[in-house]
C-alpha cells in the first residue's frame, strides 16, 4: 500500500472511530454498513460480523470503503478486494485491533474466537484510491 494513503487515513481516522464499508449484494445492489478499520502494512482490515457482508464477500469479494473526517469534506475512498481470514495471524490482528480502539479491558467483552460462522477478519487489498482536502 501506498505510504501516501496510510498516511491520510491515520490523519483521519481514530482507531475508535468507524468507516462505511460497501459491498455487492446479490442482485447488484451496494450493500452498505459502518464498520471498524485498522490500517496493516501492505493491507486495510475489518471486524466483520454481519452475515450479510459475508455472503456478499464470498460471492465478489470486491469492496469500497469510505473514510470521512467529522465536520469537514476531507475522506479516502479505497477500492479493492477483501478476503475472509480466520488464522491465528488473523486472530492476533484483530484482537490488535479490539486493544487499539477499546483497550485492554474492551478486548475482555469483546473477546471471541475468529470463525466463518461469526466474527472474520476482513483483509482488504487495495487496488485503487482517492485521497481528498487532508492536509
Avoid: Y
Avoid at 36 to 50: H, I, N, P, Q, R
Avoid at 64 to 82: M, R, Y
Avoid at 104 to 115: I, T, V, Y
Wanted: with cysteine; proline share 4%.
Amino acid at each position: 500500500m501506498e505510504a501516501e494513503l496510510k498516511e491520510a487515513i491515520d490523519a483521519i481516522h481514530p482507531a475508535d472511530g468507524w468507516v462505511h464499508l460497501a459491498t455487492i449484494g446479490h442482485d447488484g445492489s451496494p450493500h452498505v454498513a459502518p464498520m471498524m478499520l485498522a490500517v496493516g502494512d501492505d493491507v486495510l482490515l475489518f471486524s466483520l460480523t454481519g452475515m450479510q457482508k459475508k455472503l456478499n464477500l464470498k460471492r465478489d469479494p470486491r469492496a469500497t470503503v469510505s473514510i470521512g473526517q467529522s465536520g469537514t469534506l476531507s475522506h479516502v475512498i479505497a477500492w479493492g478486494t477483501i478476503e475472509m481470514r480466520h488464522d491465528d495471524e488473523a486472530q492476533r490482528c484483530w484482537e490488535k485491533m479490539m486493544v487499539d480502539a477499546f483497550g485492554e479491558a474492551g478486548l475482555e467483552k469483546r473477546s471471541r474466537a475468529l470463525s466463518p460462522d461469526g466474527t472474520s477478519l476482513g483483509v482488504m487489498t487495495v487496488s485503487r484510491h482517492r485521497i481528498f482536502n487532508i492536509q
